[in-house]
């Protein structure tokens, strides 16, 4: 049978307990996968709740040297020159065209201080942590939990407590203007932005550099849900408790397994139906 014309595939992708282990932050288990993408070819977009510090380490340990989203659609950092046509972009920075969704980490800081002290709620963000209290609250070393700590559009948080303490603390931060969302194991506080909007954006430029595209979302918590809704074949892997997020949206797969195992899995399904 003739091969139908190929629209080009680009993947979307979560890091924390999707690619990337929720424990050990290991991608061994989905290695084999990564080479076969590099091979072909096919774009891998990390979008993650991640700062761009800690994304390069891991785009320069893969191979992935394409545009990426970092805190939660906080801002897409697009290689210089990806793109060989006009667009909108906020500003260039060490090599990268920025687009800015998101509103500066200080402002969130600053609000998020006057909560604390309406709320009388003693939450803590990464910004209060050494690097020692955040490796050892993340189980990442040391220089990790410092690229952790670079955060420039969204403040992580432990929030911990009594339901009731927790919900005055979310109402509080809606409140004062912003949006949170949880990632499975931390909330992140942020400005209007969220991984769908500039998962969005991306497509767009993929469409112009590519054509006809079919694009793919892979996660595992409700702050991936936004991009899920924004491709065309959104994917789920499992949870730290062995369910899936509870998630409507149409045509969602569901993938057996958590982290990389899943991660792999959903990609070598895909890459088999699409015969690339
Ligand atoms: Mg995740």
Same mark, same amino acid.
């Given at each position: ?33 990564? *080479?076969?993408?590099?091979? *072909? ?14 994304? @390069? ?22 290689? @210089? ?10 500003? /260039?920075?060490?090599?990268?065209? &920025?687009?800015?969704?998101? /509103? ?45 700590? @670079? ?32 990632? %499975? ?5 942020? %400005? ?16 112009? *550099? ?16 936004? &991009? ?12 730290? @408790? ?14 057996? %397994? /958590? ?18």
């Amino acid at each position: 049978m003739e091969k139908q014309h190929q629209s080009e595939l680009v993947i979307f992708t979560d890091l924390d307990g999707t690619l990337l282990d929720r424990v050990t932050y290991s991608y061994n288990k989905a290695i084999t996968s990564v *080479k076969h993408l590099l091979q *072909k070819e096919i774009p891998v977009i990390f979008c993650s709740s991640k700062t761009r510090a800690e994304q @390069e380490v891991y785009r320069r340990e893969l191979g992935f040297f394409h545009p990426f989203i970092v805190e939660n659609g906080g801002a897409i950092f697009i290689p @210089e020159g990806y793109f060989q046509f006009k667009f909108d972009y906020n500003r /260039i920075q060490d090599g990268y065209q &920025m687009i800015e969704l998101g /509103i500066a980490y200080s402002e969130i800081r600053r609000i998020l201080e006057q909560i604390r002290s309406d709320v009388k709620v003693d939450f803590r963000g990464f910004g209060d942590m050494s690097d020692r209290e955040v490796a050892a609250d993340t189980g990442l070393d040391l220089e990790a939990a410092r690229r952790a700590k @670079e955060r420039e559009y969204a403040e992580t948080l432990k929030l911990e407590g009594t339901p009731d303490e927790v919900s005055r603390t979310l109402g509080a931060i809606k409140e004062a203007g912003l949006n949170y969302v949880f990632g %499975g194991r931390y909330y992140s506080i942020m %400005g209007p932005n969220d991984k769908g909007r500039a998962t969005k954006i991306l497509i767009n430029l993929f469409q112009r *550099k590519l054509g006809h595209l079919k694009t793919v979302g892979i996660g595992d918590s409700p702050n991936d849900l936004p &991009m899920l809704l924004a491709v065309d074949i959104p994917v789920l892997v499992q949870g730290p @408790e062995g369910g899936w997020e509870e998630a409507d949206i149409p045509h969602l797969r569901r993938v057996e %397994g /958590i982290g990389p195992e899943a991660w792999a899995r959903a990609v070598e399904e895909i890459i088999l139906v699409h015969d690339i």
